[in-house]
């Protein structure tokens, strides 16, 4: 049989926080992203001063995209921090749901964003401290939880803390935006000055806090890498990545000396690739997980397969094995001819009967019948048609015992009856009568009507007193030859017999009339 599985349990299992869930691959790819946006930021650095068109609504777009971006992406940390209960998943998830949910504020105070001169909420330098803080706040997380991991504060949530825990994380990401969101329209005015008149619209205000942000960014992403590279952890390889693409967008957004330049557009950029490194790794690892659970699933599908056909097949030998057990046995134990018990099952049955008989104190009784003249149907009519005889001497014996009565045959054509328990020896006399009767009316036999007498010999337990099987067998059968030298078509009792006279009957128990 196949195995259930090829694909390794170990690979299934591992989660990607874990260390060594990262191979030579992602390490490629991931390095080889980051090397791609450091080189990009360094020619924009150089050139970010470069005036393009005007196109407000490119911030619409941005912003939207982030939003979703990291909306899902922060959906999928909360449930991975369900599934795996890892303090990490969760601050992860409220950092990028504070991604997301900047944005709005950050959409609302650009001006022309939404088609209006000026910002829609706060003031002028209202979406310049959104990216600001924006910028400052998620690396800051970030490093304070690969910070908190590396002092070794990175213990599973209990189960029952859980949903605590998620609620806790949503709020706090939603507390920040708010707050965030109150200092840039009721306090707008209180904030320092951002942008100045032209020519020269960035004020030092400006490069300091974008400053702040690139530290804080450089930080945090210099923990992600050293934690991505020492453990060869996806999460964090692709956190780092996603960090270096936030530090450039800072990076190009100080190059730049005013809106809509090289370096302002080239930081939009940025910010979406920040947003969808982990989005995409969080789909991709998914897919991969979809493929392999699809082909266990097939594997498992076929291993049922093969095991349905193993069930079968042994099904079928189990009962190829009760039809020969059962041919062996009633090879055994039955007659080949008339489906009667043979000898051998009867000596089971009598001792059975014998041994209840001396237990219960009741009685039992042995028939002996032997068919008169057998030898002369044999000879007349062929072999054939004493075997059809028999067969049905079988069956009209049998129809005339009780179910708990048994009747066998003992070899040619001598049958036995054992009654199992009577009340006195007349039952047993009735029931010889019985059997006589029912033999006397004629058989049909290819055309022929044959009229066939019996002779019985009767034993009876404990009258003949014998306790032995063996025993009161020979004296049943000493009473049917006794019923023989009566004239045939009679019963004798053993008990009745006169042994000094060579087993005469002591007795005149009168015959039916003989059938010839």
């Known amino acids: 049989m196949k195995p259930l599985l090829t694909v390794p ?5 591992i989660a990607l926080d874990q260390a060594g869930s990262a191979g030579l691959h992602t390490l490629r790819l991931s390095l080889g992203l980051a090397a791609s946006i450091v080189a990009m930021g360094l020619g924009v650095v150089l050139f970010g001063h470069i005036q393009l068109a005007a196109f ?17 992406t922060s959906l999928i940390l909360f449930s991975q921090f369900r599934y795996r209960r890892l303090p990490a998943y969760a601050v992860l ?4 749901l504070f991604n997301a949910l900047v944005m709005v504020p950050f959409l609302l105070s650009f001006p022309g964003a939404l088609k209006a001169e000026g910002g829609v909420i706060g003031g002028p330098q209202s979406a310049i401290w959104v990216w600001h803080l924006w910028h400052v706040i998620f690396p800051a997380m ?29 709020g706090l990401a939603l507390a920040l935006v708010l707050a965030l969101t109150l200092a840039v329209t009721w306090l707008h005015d209180y904030l320092p000055v951002m942008i100045a008149a032209p020519p020269q619209p960035m004020t030092s205000n400006f490069y300091g806090m974008g400053i702040l942000a690139a530290v804080v960014t450089a930080v945090a992403m210099g923990l992600a890498w050293r934690r991505g590279w020492t453990d060869r952890s996806i999460l964090y390889l692709w956190l780092a990545v996603a960090l ?16 809509y330049t090289v370096g302002w557009y080239f930081g939009r950029v940025e910010s979406m690739i920040a947003g969808s490194v982990l989005l995409i790794v969080f789909l991709s690892e998914m897919n991969g997980l979809y493929q392999r659970l699809a082909g266990a699933l097939r594997e498992l599908s076929e291993v049922n397969r ?11 030998l189990v009962a190829d094995l009760r039809r020969t057990e059962e041919q062996v046995r009633q090879l055994a134990y039955y007659d080949t001819l008339t489906g009667l ?22 009685s039992m009784a042995i028939m002996f019948l032997d068919l008169d003249r057998f030898k002369e149907v044999n000879d007349t009519l062929g072999h054939e048609a004493g075997d059809e005889l028999l067969r049905q001497v079988a069956g009209r014996l049998t129809g005339c015992v009780r179910a708990s009565d048994m009747v066998a045959r003992s070899g040619g054509d001598e049958f036995i009856v054992v009654l199992a328990e009577i009340n006195r020896p007349s039952d047993a006399s009735l029931l010889a009568e019985k059997i006589i009767g029912a033999l006397g009316v004629p058989f049909e036999l290819g055309g022929h009507h044959l009229q066939v007498t019996t002779s019985i010999g009767i034993a009876v337990f404990p009258t003949d007193g014998s306790d032995d099987m063996k025993a009161l067998m020979r004296k049943a059968d000493t009473a049917m030859y006794a019923a023989k030298r009566a004239g045939r078509n009679t019963y004798r009792f053993y008990s009745d017999l006169d042994e000094s006279r060579g087993g005469e009957s002591i007795l005149s128990v009168p015959a039916s009339e003989t059938l010839h």
């Open 9 to 13: 349990s170990s690979r299934c299992e």
């Open 93 to 96: 998830g409220c950092a990028f």
């Open 341 to 362: 018990p043979n000898r051998r099952l009867l000596v089971e049955r009598m001792n059975q009967a014998l041994t209840l008989a001396k237990r219960h104190h009741y």
């Open 244 to 259: 270096t693409a936030s530090l450039a967008d800072v990076a190009a957004s100080l190059s730049a000396n005013a809106r």
């Open 56 to 72: 407000p609504q490119f911030a619409t777009f941005q912003a939207s995209v982030v939003l979703l971006e990291d909306a899902i």
């Open 142 to 170: 970030v490093a304070a939880l690969l910070a908190a991991e590396a002092a070794g504060a990175a213990s599973p949530v209990p189960e029952r803390r859980v949903a605590p825990v998620l609620a806790g994380a949503a």
């Open 306 to 316: 093969d095991l349905l056909a193993t069930v079968e097949q042994k099904e079928s």
